[in-house]
């Protein structure tokens, strides 16, 4: 069947750096897709990857595998604001996404 | 500004009544999909369409009927055949299905069924 892990809920420190872990198991793979969702509110879109490497865009980077069918998503100097979910999403041969539950980041000051 | 558009934000049903969500998108995109989202689950694909006057049916479309009359909007209706309809639905759009393009998300509407 199709999967997506991903941890339930991290905590972190302002400022910090935190890694958010995805794996996935799809029937194909058309790439892997990281959004943010802040409570009660719509997903936005952060990163794509198709290719295995690092993306960077600002604060945020996007790694990816496909060898070891692997994501993580980067938070650098997090803020107050960083605070929500963190949904991976894997794209199937379909061009269907397949969800992961999502990662529930706490900053602390 | 381009976008999409959900309404209500709110909605309470009471059991055995069919309900309709609105979504409308100003983006020009071809494709469109519902989703639910329940609390420690992923999202679940109920309908997409990728053109007018054509739709699919996602995992989880017992329950709900979908039309895509206009390129804009693509209401979503919950029938009362749906056993368990609480829940955070979202609607969104991409420029076309069947290729990798980013779906973009409306701000939901919650549904409460007391």
């Known amino acids: 069947g199709q999967n997506i892990d991903q941890p339930t809920e991290m905590t972190a420190t302002e400022g910090a750096i935190v890694q958010i872990n995805c794996t996935y198991q799809t029937s194909g793979f058309n790439g892997l897709f990281w959004y943010q969702q802040h409570a009660g509110e719509a997903p936005t879109f952060l990163s794509y990857?198709?290719l295995d490497g690092l993306e960077e865009k600002g604060r945020f980077s996007s790694f990816l595998s496909r060898s070891k069918g692997y994501s993580y998503l980067l938070l650098k100097e997090l803020q107050m604001k960083d605070s929500a979910s963190y949904l991976c999403a894997a794209m199937d041969s379909n061009y269907q996404l397949i969800w992961g539950a999502g990662t529930k980041l706490i900053i602390k000051p | 500004d381009g976008g999409i558009t959900q309404s209500p934000k709110y909605l309470f049903r009471k059991e055995g009544q069919n309900v309709t969500l609105s979504c409308e998108q100003n983006l020009n995109h071809d494709a469109m999909y519902w989703y639910r989202q329940d609390p420690g689950q992923g999202l679940r694909l109920i309908y997409y369409s990728q053109i007018v006057n054509d739709f699919q049916k996602g995992d989880i479309a017992e329950g709900y009927s979908v039309s895509r009359e206009k390129k804009e909007s693509f209401p979503l209706t919950v029938t009362s055949a749906q056993k368990n309809p609480t829940a955070f639905y979202l609607c969104?759009?991409?420029?076309?299905?069947?290729?990798?393009?980013?779906?973009?998300f409306g701000p939901g509407t919650r549904l409460t069924v007391l």
């Open positions: 969104a759009s991409s420029t076309t299905s069947g290729h990798t393009d980013t779906q973009y």
């Open positions: 990857n198709v």
